[in-house]
Antibody, heavy 116, light 107 residues
Framework: QVQLVQSGAEVKKPGASVKVSCKTS????????IHWVRQAPGQGLEWMGI????????TYAQSFQGRVTITRDTSTSTVFMELSSLRSEDTAVYHC?????????WGQGTMVTVSS | DIQMTQSPSSLSASVGDRVTITCRAS??????LGWYQQKPGKAPKRLIY???SLQTGVPSRFSGSGSGTEFTLTISSLQPEDFATYYC?????????FGQGTKVEIK
């Protein structure tokens, strides 16, 4: 079945970077865009950006421009989201999601905690 | 950016009640809207896509309507497993944007 499986929880210090992976399976990797969405504790959902796994093109939310990089590895059907210059406000659960008329399949989420 | 205004932010209801949640878009998004249910500690789950199409496997008590700028999610008879937070999502143009969420609680 279609699955998006994310890497495990991370704890980082302010100013560091984090790279979260999203391994896909059960479908043709290059046929569906993958997005990243985050959710701070007790807050709503925030769209971060998207990658086209076929050509690797990306679009990012303005609020993350310059700090977020989304990449993919077609050999392992995996998408990566790297967020740099971390601050305490980046503490959140980060989800990858497959796009088909909105999001049909989500990863389980990766908790990233930024703390000194 | 397209702003999605969702209301109410929370509601209390009883099992068997009819519940309606509304999302208003700041500009015309045609029918490029979905509704998602999220339970604590879990990823969101799609209920409705293209404004009114029921996701496979989702109970028929859930329905969506609307187009353009006004959209509604209706739960015809609230069940115990429906107590959760609900979000709308517009995917008409980037950046995709979510409503603020509606928490449905037990009365």
């Amino acid at each position: 079945q279609v699955q998006l499986v994310q890497s495990g929880a991370e704890v980082k210090k302010p100013g560091a970077s984090v790279k979260v992976s999203c391994k896909t399976s059960g479908y043709t990797f290059t046929s569906y865009y993958i997005h990243w969405v985050r959710q701070a504790p007790g807050q709503g959902l925030e769209w971060m950006g998207i990658i086209n796994p076929s050509g690797g093109s990306t679009t990012y939310a303005q609020s993350f421009q310059g700090r977020v990089t989304i990449t993919r590895d077609t050999s392992t059907s995996t998408v990566f989201m790297e967020l740099s210059s971390l601050r305490s406000e980046d503490t959140a659960v980060y989800h990858c999601a497959r796009a088909t008329v909105g999001f049909d399949i989500w990863g389980q989420g990766t908790m990233v905690t930024v703390s000194s | 950016d397209i702003q999605m205004t969702q209301s109410p932010s929370s509601l209390s209801a009883s099992v068997g009640d009819r519940v309606t949640i509304t999302c208003r878009a700041s500009q015309d998004i045609r029918n490029d809207l979905g509704w998602y249910q999220q339970k604590p500690g879990k990823a969101p789950k799609r209920l409705i896509y293209a404004a009114s199409s029921l996701q496979t496997g989702v109970p028929s008590r859930f329905s969506g309507s609307g187009s353009g700028t006004e959209f509604t999610l209706t739960i015809s008879s609230l069940q115990p497993e429906d107590f959760a937070t609900y979000y709308c999502l517009q995917h008409d143009s980037y950046p995709w944007t979510f409503g603020q969420g509606t928490k449905v609680e037990i009365k």
